[in-house]
């Protein structure tokens, strides 16, 4: 199984970027599905996840106010699309999946890294002027 991420790149402050993930290699609709990011000699930080049908979402309080998790069951992908990006935001972006395909609004378990068990390879994003 794969987690493939893309999207990522240069952009300025202030710009958007939306980053996809496709997941391949076992059921896509099983799975909740969840951002991090890792910016240098920093832990890797949740960013947002997302349950398998798609209508329970959960963010980091500091995120979610510029950044929105989705996804597409019939294209196997799940989306983070992030507005006014600013140069904090800078980090390689990981997704990852988690088989109980549930989101608890507000449960910390979800947020930590150990809540799943595929990552993908990562896709730099880098905010600067």
């Known amino acids: 199984e794969h987690l493939v991420e893309s999207g990522g790149g240069l952009v300025q402050p202030g710009d958007s970027l939306r980053l996809s993930c496709v997941l391949s290699g076992r059921p896509f609709t099983n799975n909740a599905l969840g951002w991090f990011r890792q910016a240098p000699g920093k832990e890797r930080e949740f960013v947002a996840c997302?349950?398998?049908?798609?209508?329970?979402?959960y963010y980091a309080d500091s995120l979610k106010d510029r950044f929105t998790i989705s996804r597409d069951n019939a294209k196997n992908t799940v989306y983070l699309q992030m507005n006014n990006l600013k140069p904090d935001d800078t980090a390689v972006y990981y997704c990852?999946?988690?088989?109980?395909?549930?989101?608890?609004?507000?449960?910390?378990?979800?947020?930590?890294?150990?809540?799943?068990?595929?990552w993908g390879q990562g896709t730099q994003v880098t905010v600067s002027s």
């Open positions: 997302i349950d398998w049908s798609g209508t329970k979402t």
């Open positions: 990852a999946a988690d088989r109980s395909g549930v989101v608890i609004p507000g449960a910390t378990v979800q947020t930590t890294p150990e809540r799943y068990d595929s």
